[in-house]
Antibody, heavy 112, light 106 residues
């Protein structure tokens, strides 16, 4: 069974950084592109970016590329999202996705 | 960046009614993915490569389209189909979602 489990969310102050993790299991992690998606409260889905199997290609939505960094550790079957200079507009549920399978999401709240 | 515009934004359908949701792309894309999201749950993949049903998806769902125009059709609305539906294009980076269509039960 494919499982994606996000962690690392919570309350963070404006201007601070936060790193999310996504633990993958039930499939050969290093065979797949992986991505991050977020959803602000009451809003639609926003694709953040994706990373290929060997991390040689990483793409971001232009508006987020200067503050978000996607990485992966194939030995640990884990996907990461490093977020910096966080603002209230970054408050959202963050999902790890394999496109066909999604995690349950983790809430990030940016507030003082 | 390819912009996807979904219509209608909101609609209501009666049980048994045929429903068609549309996703228009600002530039041509090779295929479309469709997702269903209920309440606060994670989105669920319904259709990939425009018309292929994901595993476990009822065959009342179907997808079609090409170029800049794609659609998701529910042949006979059921109560459990009330949800928000999103299209996603993966042809061109950055990948982008449509704004969603909220489908309610009448």
């Amino acid at each position: 069974e494919v499982k994606l489990v996000e962690s690392g969310g919570g309350l963070v102050q404006p201007g601070r950084s936060l790193k999310l993790s996504c633990a993958a299991s039930g499939f050969s992690f290093n065979d797949y592109w992986m991505g991050w998606v977020r959803q602000a409260p009451g809003k639609g889905l926003e694709w953040i970016g994706e990373i290929n199997q060997d991390s040689s290609t990483i793409n971001y939505t232009p508006s987020l590329k200067d503050k978000f960094t996607i990485s992966r550790d194939n030995a640990q079957n884990t996907l990461y999202l490093q977020m910096s200079k966080l603002g209230s507009e970054d408050t959202a549920i963050y999902y790890c996705a394999r496109v066909d399978y999604w995690g349950q999401g983790v809430m990030v709240t940016v507030s003082s | 960046e390819i912009v996807l515009t979904q219509s209608p934004t909101t609609m209501a359908a009666s049980p048994g009614e045929k429903v068609t949701l549309t996703c228009l792309a600002s530039s041509s894309v090779n295929y479309m993915y469709w997702y269903q999201q209920k309440s606060s749950a994670s989105p669920k993949l319904l259709i990939y490569y425009t018309s292929i049903l994901a595993s476990g998806v009822p065959d009342r769902f179907s997808g079609s389209g090409s170029g800049t125009s794609y659609s998701l059709t529910i042949s006979s609305m059921e109560a459990e189909d009330a949800a928000i539906y999103y299209c996603l294009q993966l042809t061109s980076t950055p990948w982008t979602f449509g704004g969603g269509t909220k489908l309610e039960l009448k």
